[in-house]
């Protein structure tokens, strides 16, 4: 299947526009006011500031590394910087290969030099043998063997992350629901049981997809469901039993350059709550526009719309 073919047998997940406040004179987004900045700690670093980037689906030979760059350099330029950066899946596009992790790496480098913690999880397009020649130090965190799940923490909240990639023989075949093996399920299980802060999980697939619903329900400590997949900023809600008054909040992610909604997020952890806030660089569907050619009025419409977005996260399930 050729990169078009496989762009438009997509296009039926549908894509929403996203938000962020972009500087008028330098195109480059800025802080929404709603967000009250904290100091920063002696190091320059914010121990409750966190970075999510997901699907950067990189291929040196097409346009996604630039637009991945332009992620990481905004990430560079936070004050302070966030002590950690979450990727939640599709590193790689569309098969895996080893040179596109190479390419991610390249790009992804200026992160560890600064002293950012970088943790990447697997998507559906992701090939884990190339994963981990390439990221071997990803791989050797991993709690669960042969997969890439771990927990990263922070002062005020901890991240669980999931590895739901399902890998079939056929390189070349990528079109594999998200599975959540059952060595993860028990390992996530037991990590929530135990745990004494709020908790967030997050994988590449969509909570309902991975049926992880009912094991959620009955971790009080996990207080949101973060994820990517669909490339769109998209807060919503999951309910665990009609009867009940419990909800899961949770959240999509967009793209950091494939299509659709296209930046990351900056997750900010407080006392009682979190709010992730959406660095939206650019909307487009199902290619990026060639110089000079303008852009269509949905897009922008699209863009305008949920321009500003944040969603924030309670901790009263605790």
């Known amino acids: 299947m050729d990169r078009r073919h496989f762009i ?29 900045r904290r100091r920063p700690s002696f190091d ?13 689906h990189i291929s040196p030979d097409e346009y996604e590394p630039e637009r991945l760059q332009r992620v990481v350099d905004d990430i560079l330029r936070q004050r302070p910087l966030p002590r950690h950066v979450l990727g939640l899946g599709d590193v790689a596009n569309l098969y895996g290969e080893r040179r596109d992790y190479e390419c991610a790496r390249r790009i992804l480098q200026p992160l560890w030099e600064a002293g950012i913690d970088v943790t990447l999880g697997l998507g559906n397009h992701d090939r884990r043998e190339n994963f981990a020649s390439v990221f071997p130090e990803q791989m050797a965190r991993s709690a669960v063997e042969g997969r890439m799940a771990c927990v990263v923490e922070t002062p005020k909240a901890n991240f669980v992350l999931l590895d739901s990639l399902q890998q079939g023989d056929d390189p070349k075949d990528n079109n594999y629901p998200g ?11 037991q990590t929530l049981q135990k745990a004494t802060k709020p908790t967030f999980v997050c994988a590449h697939h969509s909570v309902q997809e991975l049926q992880l619903k009912p094991l959620l329900h009955k971790a009080t400590a996990c207080c949101g469901y973060i994820h990517g997949h669909d490339h769109r900023w998209r807060p919503s809600w999951a309910n ?79």
Not at 21 to 26: E, K, N, R, V
Not at 179 to 189: F, G, H, S, T
Not at 276 to 296: C, Q, S, T, V
């Open 44 to 56: 320059g670093f914010d121990d409750t500031l966190v970075a999510f980037i997901s699907d950067m």
């Open 8 to 36: 438009g047998s997509v296009a039926a997940l549908g894509v929403q526009g996203a938000m962020l406040q972009l500087d008028t004179q330098a195109g480059t987004p800025t802080p929404s006011p709603r967000v009250k």
């Open 240 to 318: 665990f039993d009609w009867r009940s008054h419990d909800v899961l909040r949770t959240l999509c992610l967009p793209s950091t350059g494939f299509w659709g909604d296209i930046g990351y997020a900056l997750f900010h952890l407080y006392e009682t709550r979190a709010d992730m806030e959406l660095r939206l660089f650019d909307y487009f569907f199902r290619f990026p526009l060639a110089d000079g050619e303008p852009k269509p009025e949905q897009w922008q419409q699209i863009e305008d719309d949920l321009r500003g977005q944040h969603c924030s996260f309670a901790y009263s399930r605790l």
């Open 179 to 189: 599975l959540v093996d059952d060595a993860q399920r028990e390992w996530l299980r």
